[in-house]
């Protein structure tokens, strides 16, 4: 008898796929090894009979059952595996779902995006077709347009002007020849040193800036960048096609030094200022 027995248990180990007809063996060897745990006298009776044939079936569940072993687990119960086939699906599932609302979440937030976009757009066409949007230069500029309108044009400037020094040194021979060209081409507009601001460039929209006594922020190279090409929709006309390069450089050379010009180009300033009648 328990020969066969032996030789069920070693045909059931070998085959995986009777996982049914394990799992009844499985029960049985918890069964009687519950059985076994009962007197001494007991015990040594029932390892005497049917011992060989326990051991074999725990044998078998512990090498069919993953966790831990039932002959070992404090208290004599057996330790129950996680029914993985159950959980699986479950995880897979919410991971799904979790998947499918971040995706419903980043497609309203971009379905809001652009739709707010398309409402400022219309908004702003619509205001501009109506004629709700002043044009007259009689009037000073709101500061939000000046406000924008500087931060465009600095960040151009800054972006497409060239990556060097002025190639002009600052000679009192290029100061004064920067002088005699900003007085015929410039200080209309953008005033002569001590002579307050001009009225002329005053009028434009947006005022032309005073560079005498106001330092300005940009570098000699963006200056040079400036009177070059001049900026559009203001009165800054693009001089590159009057001037030349050695030109523009000496203008820039004066209006970057206009706080601190040497005597001797001050003076011939003065004398430049008297021939001409200014």
């Known amino acids: 008898?328990?020969?066969?027995?032996?030789?069920?248990?070693?045909?059931?180990?070998?085959?995986?796929?009777?996982?049914?007809?394990?799992?009844?063996?499985?029960?049985?060897?918890?069964?009687?090894?519950?059985?076994?745990?009962?007197?001494?006298?007991?015990?040594?009776?029932?390892?005497?009979?049917?011992?060989?044939?326990?051991?074999?079936?725990?044998?078998?569940?512990?090498?069919?059952?993953?966790g831990r072993d039932p002959a070992t687990t404090p208290g004599g119960r057996r330790a129950v595996p996680p029914d993985t086939g159950r959980l699986a699906p479950r995880k897979k599932m919410h991971a799904i779902r979790n998947s499918s609302m971040k995706k419903k979440f980043l497609a309203g937030v971009l379905a809001s995006i652009l739709a707010v976009s398309l409402i400022a757009v219309v908004t702003a066409l619509s205001v501009m077709k109506l004629g709700l949007v002043a044009i007259n230069a009689d009037q000073s500029p709101p500061a939000w347009e000046v406000g924008l309108l500087s931060m465009a044009v600095h960040d151009s400037v800054a972006r497409h002007a060239p990556r060097q020094s002025n190639p002009v040194p600052a000679t009192n021979e290029n100061l004064i020849a920067g002088a005699e060209i900003y007085a015929q081409m410039c200080a209309k507009c953008h005033g002569q040193p001590n002579a307050g601001p001009s009225v002329f460039g005053a009028s434009f929209y947006p005022p032309a800036p005073q560079l005498p006594g106001r330092p300005t922020r940009y570098t000699e190279a963006e200056l040079f960048w400036i009177v070059k090409h001049g900026i559009r929709n203001t009165s800054m006309p693009a001089w590159g096609s009057l001037l030349s390069d050695q030109d523009i450089w000496q203008v820039v050379a004066l209006v970057k030094r206009f706080d601190a010009l040497p005597p001797a180009v001050k003076a011939g300033w003065r004398s430049h200022r008297g021939a001409s009648g200014e």
């Open 1 to 66: 008898m328990i020969v066969l027995v032996r030789q069920r248990v070693a045909a059931l180990s070998a085959s995986p796929a009777n996982t049914g007809v394990t799992s009844g063996w499985q029960s049985s060897a918890y069964l009687i090894r519950q059985l076994s745990v009962g007197g001494s006298e007991g015990r040594r009776r029932f390892d005497a009979c049917c011992g060989d044939m326990a051991r074999d079936l725990l044998h078998l569940a512990r090498r069919t059952i993953p």
